[in-house]
T-cell receptor, first 112, second 115 residues
């Protein structure tokens, strides 16, 4: 049951360039989407979120884009920094439901 | 910054044994959760807990699992008779109010190894 999919298990980006992480979902009931960052031996840390009434949300170097018709969201990090190297999880929820449904994650490596 | 604390960080147990994973959520949070991540797989929802009762649970959360908030500060996950396939990272999370999904705060996790 892969309601949230991250098709790229890994991504390498040069420092200073843009990192683009992608996520697709199948459940049209999802109306809130989040990105989490995870370092080894730590729990997921919230990065940025977007509700389905928007198509873009920006917070500093991080921007999330939502394309509801394509059931696709992406996280843009610009400029990428070495500290951004981590596993990034996309997650989704729907109103009235307290649980998060996670994707499988993308390991981002920033090359100095 | 307030954090969710989980103990132990690593637990090794023999198959068939009972194990209790402990969590101290952030003090003013009212909603509590357990998730798990089997190595190489996605983070999966197990159970949510509010007002001293389970509000939702997944198919994974069968009769061998239970949760408890015994003393108003700890939140525990008990696995009654562990199986090899229970080996995973278990994450506790809490948040302060409903519908503020961005307010989820996760602990660092307990790595459970069943041998």
């Amino acid at each position: 049951d892969q309601q949230v999919k991250q098709n790229s298990p890994s991504l390498s980006v040069q420092e200073g360039r843009i990192s683009i992480l992608n996520c697709d979902y199948t459940n049209s009931m999802f109306d809130y989407f989040l990105w989490y960052k995870k370092y080894p031996a730590e729990g997921p840390t919230f990065l940025i979120s977007i509700s389905s009434i928007k198509d873009k949300n920006e917070d500093g170097r991080f921007t999330v884009f939502l394309n509801k018709s394509a059931k696709h969201l992406s996280l843009h990090i610009v400029p990428s920094q070495p500290g951004d190297s981590a596993v990034y999880f996309c997650a989704a929820s729907n109103f009235g439901n307290e649980k998060l449904t996670f994707g499988t994650g993308t390991r981002l490596t920033i090359i100095p | 910054e307030p954090e969710v604390t989980q103990t132990p960080s690593h637990q090794v147990t023999q198959m068939g044994q009972e194990v209790i994973l402990r969590c101290v959520p952030i003090s003013n949070h009212l909603y509590f959760y357990w998730y798990r991540q089997i190595l190489g797989q996605k983070v999966e929802f197990l159970v949510s807990f509010y007002n001293n009762e389970i509000s939702e649970k997944s198919e994974i959360f069968d009769d061998q699992f239970s949760v408890e908030r015994p003393d108003g500060s700890n939140f525990t996950l008990k696995i009654r008779s562990t199986k090899l396939e229970d080996s995973a990272m278990y994450f506790c999370a809490s948040k302060t109010q409903a519908q503020s999904m961005a307010g989820y705060t996760f602990g660092s996790g307990t790595r459970l190894t069943v041998v």
